[in-house]
């Protein structure tokens, strides 16, 4: 059985994260070495690398998990992890999700799952509610975005005023509008309905339509076109 808590000094050369990012390039790292090096050392008697293998434990193995963590969080979970090493994971994480939001960047929007593909990475880790709006032209061309609103883990309100007043500003022709549940549910909640049923009436009155709502949760998602209750 591998013994991980040999520090990495200890080990061969090609079995050190670093000297292997060097010599074979950064594919060949695992999960796990990577996180090793933005740790760069471990904590009482364990290594960088048994200190990332337990943290990818205990998330799961899933970065997505590893994303919703904080400084404080990581500190308090382990104990000798300072906020060097913590800030460093949170920093990676950030990184790795405004990537992701570049590269999804598209010019414009055909259906749900592009728009899922587009704004996952703003929502899918976030333990508290936001609303977001996607301002688009008559050709489906975005405009902009930008988050609205926040609220904690149950809901968030929605002032229906400030989003047109936005959506105005932008000189949009249409919008779509999204948020996240944290709890892990898809299903929209009696407010959800109501909230797009009055963004829906609104819009008509101002000649801006209502393309759709997407729920976000995880790496999932519900859309309200989609589903028939846009109309």
Not at 1 to 29: F, H, S, W, Y
Not at 69 to 84: E, Q
Not at 172 to 184: D, F, L, M, R, T
Request: net charge neutral; hydrophobic share 45%; aromatic share 8%.
């Amino acid at each position: 059985m591998e013994n991980t808590n040999v520090p990495i000094c200890k080990l061969a050369k090609d079995e050190r994260p670093r000297e292997k990012l060097q010599e074979k390039g950064i594919a060949a790292l695992s999960t796990s070495e990577l996180l090793a090096i933005l740790l760069r050392s471990g904590i009482h008697g364990e290594s960088a690398l048994a200190l990332s293998r337990q943290i990818l434990n205990d998330c799961g193995n899933r970065l997505s998990e590893l994303a919703r963590w904080n400084v404080d969080a990581m500190m308090k979970r382990y104990h000798g992890v300072g906020i060097a090493k913590a800030a460093s994971l949170v920093v990676a994480m950030e990184l790795g999700r405004r990537r992701a939001v570049e590269i999804a960047k598209v010019v414009t929007i055909h259906s749900s799952s592009q728009l899922f593909e587009y704004v996952s990475p703003w929502l899918q880790d976030l333990e508290y509610e936001e609303f977001w709006v996607v301002f688009l032209n008559r050709g489906n061309r975005i405009l902009g975005y930008e988050k609205l609103f926040m609220g904690g883990m149950s809901g968030t309100v929605v002032d229906v005023r400030i989003l047109f007043r936005r959506a105005l500003e932008m000189k949009c022709s249409a919008i779509i509008v999204i948020h996240n549940h944290p709890s892990g549910t898809l299903h929209p909640s009696e407010y959800d309905k109501q909230v797009t049923t009055r963004i829906r009436e609104g819009g008509k009155l101002l000649d801006i339509a209502l393309y759709d709502h997407i729920i976000v949760s995880g790496v999932s998602y519900f859309s309200f076109l989609d589903e028939g209750l846009l109309f």
